[in-house]
């Protein structure tokens, strides 16, 4: 018997705001590093570039969950 550990009982509970803040999100920071992303498949970028993209965005959104803890 699988055990379902989700608060709602929805694995696809993400609300759709938050999916396109991430998105958007990952194409701003693409695009601040010079890195050609496009909608949908982008198998053609190097490892290297698609974990820039992805360190950045967890700083960003630590940087601004630490702006908002803090107040300002």
Known sequence: MQKNYSSTGNENSTKPQAKN???NLKYEIANELGVNLKQGYNGDITSKDAGHIGGNMVKRMIEDQERKMSGK
């Open 21 to 23: 803040h991430l998105n």
